[in-house]
């Protein structure tokens, strides 16, 4: 018989997944569903699964699946997402909302005009900057302005987590970078013991980020909320930016503050693409 899976496709700042409501539809397999549903030619289309669920610890809770079926931590632009889907579907009248994660509880700050959320502000969290809890295999208390060899060129880079591993490089010119080519050596080099989310980022001016994204188990792809929250991060660490700036992305812009009480918050958009059933 066969079993149909309502979804619906949504994206924020060009980071587009897969939203199926788990809390009234029964998902198997999530891996590979994912991958299944992730494909851009015989699939839906998109950088990975969201399940939304019920939750004993906050309001709802998100599981995501990168497109080659691995499970992530966590992600800004799904959590964006997900405040959307539930308060424009009916599942809360709330607008500031407790987000379960793999990561750890997530305040999400819905921003409601004429009954639609036209943004979502989420407070990410304090970055992680110990070596061994990102983790990445150097010494010390912090990982800031270290070299990395990929492709026998040398790069600085500085690795925060903010839930997930994350290794930013800063580059003189953004459109001079093979995104394509230094990406998965450097996802997987051997000093990120579980693979890594890696930033190129061209600082434009001390409120102003241009950004490219490598994401660990998807690729490139337009846009990535912890990435950006930890590029402003990095940014910060070395003296580049103020704690507050622009992130552009591919996809659109993220507005990142790394609040003097040590917190990151996000602000940015939130679209339904699609609605749809998938017939397994």
Same mark, same amino acid.
């Given at each position: 018989?066969?079993?149909?899976?309502?979804?619906?496709?949504?994206?924020?700042?060009?980071?587009?997944?897969?939203?199926?409501?788990?809390?009234?539809?029964?998902?198997?397999?999530?891996?590979?569903?994912?991958?299944?549903?992730?494909?851009?030619?015989?699939?839906?289309?998109?950088?990975?699964?969201?399940?939304?669920?019920?939750?004993?610890?906050?309001?709802?809770?998100?599981?995501?699946?990168?497109?080659?079926?691995?499970?992530?931590?966590?992600?800004?632009?799904?959590?964006?997402?997900?405040?959307?889907?539930?308060?424009?579907?009916?599942?809360?009248?709330?607008?500031?909302?407790?987000?379960?994660?793999?990561?750890?509880?997530?305040?999400?700050?819905?921003?409601?005009?004429?009954?639609?959320?036209?943004?979502?502000?989420?407070?990410?969290?304090?970055?992680?900057?110990?070596?061994?809890?990102?983790?990445?295999?150097?010494?010390?208390?912090?990982?800031?302005?270290?070299?990395?060899?990929?492709?026998?060129?040398?790069?600085?880079?500085?690795?925060?987590?903010?839930?997930?591993?994350?290794?930013?490089?800063?580059?003189?010119?953004?459109?001079?970078?093979?995104?394509?080519?230094? #990406?998965? =050596?450097?996802?997987?080099?051997?000093?990120?013991?579980?693979? $890594?989310?890696?930033?190129? !980022? /061209?600082? *434009?001016?001390?409120?102003?980020?241009?950004?490219?994204?490598?994401?660990?188990?998807?690729?490139?792809?337009?846009?990535?909320?912890?990435?950006?929250?930890?590029?402003?991060?990095?940014?910060?660490?070395?003296?580049?930016?103020?704690?507050?700036?622009?992130?552009?992305?591919?996809? #659109?812009? =993220?507005?990142?503050?790394?609040?003097?009480?040590?917190?990151? $918050?996000?602000?940015?958009? !939130? /679209?339904? *693409?699609?609605?749809?059933?998938?017939?397994?």
């Amino acid at each position: 018989m066969t079993n149909k899976i309502r979804f619906t496709k949504m994206q924020g700042a060009g980071n587009d997944y897969v939203y199926i409501d788990a809390t009234v539809q029964d998902v198997s397999h999530p891996e590979r569903l994912a991958v299944e549903m992730s494909d851009r030619h015989f699939g839906v289309g998109s950088d990975g699964l969201v399940l939304i669920l019920p939750s004993d610890k906050a309001d709802f809770r998100m599981r995501m699946f990168n497109a080659d079926g691995s499970e992530a931590q966590m992600c800004g632009n799904a959590s964006r997402c997900v405040g959307k889907y539930v308060y424009e579907h009916g599942l809360t009248t709330q607008k500031t909302l407790l987000l379960e994660t793999a990561s750890g509880i997530k305040v999400l700050d819905l921003h409601v005009s004429d009954g639609k959320v036209s943004r979502v502000s989420v407070d990410m969290g304090v970055p992680v900057l110990e070596p061994a809890a990102i983790p990445v295999n150097l010494p010390g208390e912090r990982v800031v302005d270290m070299p990395i060899t990929v492709a026998g060129e040398e790069y600085r880079m500085t690795c925060v987590s903010m839930g997930n591993p994350h290794a930013v490089l800063f580059v003189p010119s953004l459109d001079a970078v093979d995104v394509h080519g230094l #990406g998965p =050596l450097a996802e997987h080099h051997a000093l990120f013991p579980e693979r $890594c989310n890696i930033e190129f !980022a /061209e600082i *434009v001016s001390p409120t102003e980020i241009r950004m490219r994204v490598w994401e660990r188990g998807a690729g490139e792809t337009l846009a990535c909320g912890t990435g950006a929250c930890a590029t402003l991060v990095a940014a910060v660490l070395n003296g580049l930016t103020q704690r507050q700036a622009k992130l552009r992305l591919l996809g #659109g812009d =993220l507005d990142i503050a790394w609040r003097e009480d040590g917190r990151v $918050c996000m602000t940015g958009g !939130a /679209e339904t *693409v699609f609605d749809g059933v998938w017939l397994r």
